[in-house]
């Protein structure tokens, strides 16, 4: 991918977005296109490691993606030749309870709004992000590609899960009848920056630092955490998700064909961390990290989720990557990030 490339990162204000334009600006990337809707992007400082005299500015473009029309002009003005499919409707378990109907409509219309698009400009790439949810609730631990559609899901979440798996055969069916070069990584559960801190339709990290973060701030003698604690989740910093998004762009067309565009085997990896954490465990690391001294109780009336999800990354690590943010410090910046961003 030559610096002077067109990137156009499809969602640009929300966690990923935003950590994806902070890497491509310090590693001298100078043609970036960005979309938002409705919130204007602010992706922070840029540590800039390989921009020559600073990170060069970035173009912004205001883009409702669940209109296709909208979708169409945005690619036509921009003629990208590399896309990063950032924007999506995402949350917690609660959020994906209360809004099944968004999150199916405005995810299946966003993704193939913009992977339509890709393939009638002629992009050389897309990086399509997923999510950990696609696997069935009774996946066999570490999760493989290959446990997909093996079956029944996670109800909590199966709306979503069912808009990332047709996101993901959209790409595979089109490299299959039209030669393109759709590509997808399935994150873990992510967090850092820019996420949502909703308290009650973010994910479970900002939940807890914004949670153990008021609790000291006021003396409380408790903080309640949902569900009987005993799930495990496996995190990954978002700083750490753009930089695997970077060197899967990067890899060469051999290394892209063998792995992502090789039918019938997937034309996904998984991304994470490699380790995963129970809820309680994790409860009280966001404590100590925050300088809680207080009770931790849970919440029985609120739902677990799914048991567990941790990814295999056998086949990441066979691509030369992984992850390089501890939880602890990951913890420590997202903190950092939400006393700079409470009001
Ligand atoms: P999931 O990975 O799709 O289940 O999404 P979440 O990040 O929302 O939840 C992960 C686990 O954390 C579930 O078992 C939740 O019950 C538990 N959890 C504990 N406290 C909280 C909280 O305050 N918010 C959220 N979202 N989850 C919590």
Redesign the pocket.
Known sequence: MHKDATIFIAGASGMVGSALIRKLLSSGYTNIVGSYHSRVPNYGPIPSEKAVGGPAPINLLRVDLIRQDEVRGCFDAIQPQYVILAAARV??????NDLPGQFIYENLSIQSHVIHAAYRAGVERLLFLGS??IYPKKTPQPMREEHLLTGPL?P??EPYAIAKIAGLKMCEAYNRQYNTRFVALMPT?LYGPNDNYD???????P??IR?FHEAKRRGDPEV????????R?EFLYVDDLADACLHVLALDNQLIEETFLNYPSPCFVNVGAGKDIA?RD??EMVGQVIGYEGEIC??PS?????PQ?LLDLSRMSKLGWRAKTSLTAGIGLAHKWYLRHEH
């Open positions: 949350g917690g378990i609660q959020a994906n950990s949810c996670e909590t979440n559960n308290p009650d339709h973010s994910h479970v990290l939940a807890l949670r309640v955490v949902w569900g009987s604690g005993r799930p989740r809820i994790l409860a849970f919440d609120k739902p677990d989720g799914t999800k």
